[in-house]
């Protein structure tokens, strides 16, 4: 089992740059997959991001790509999402998510195990 704790979602202006991160607790965390995932207002939950256990492979949603950054601290058990050129379509609740399996596009494509509670992030126009 891992625990999630998300944080430094706040509100920020159209073209700014934010930085999440996950703490996680588990003795297991670096062998997990991680992930980041939203949900919008009103709309289901989008995958953002993934990233392997040792970090050398990442994924990103098409509305991400190129904006978006994912990275993990194995020896700090945690995970980053850097945000740049945000925009108010990137409004939502931001998930971190980890799934004991490494076969990272397995996981993309079925969904991870474990979430967190979620950090709002807001973007104003």
């Known amino acids: 089992q891992v625990q999630l704790v998300e944080s430094g979602g706040r509100l920020v202006q159209a073209g700014a740059s934010l930085r999440l991160s996950c703490a996680a607790a588990g003795r297991a965390f670096s062998s997990y997959t991680m992930g980041w995932i939203r949900q919008a207002p009103g709309k289901g939950r989008e995958f953002v991001a993934a990233i392997s256990w040792n970090g050398a492979t990442t994924y990103y949603a098409d509305s991400v790509n190129g904006r978006f950054t994912i990275s993990r601290d194995n020896a700090k058990n945690t995970v980053f999402l850097q945000m740049n050129a945000l925009k108010s379509r990137d409004t939502a609740v931001y998930y971190c998510?980890?799934?004991?399996?490494?076969?990272?596009?397995?996981?993309?494509?079925?969904?991870?195990?474990?979430w967190g509670q979620g950090t709002q992030v807001t973007v104003s126009s």
């Open positions: 998510a980890a799934d004991s399996r490494q076969d990272t596009v397995a996981v993309v494509t079925s969904g991870f195990g474990h």
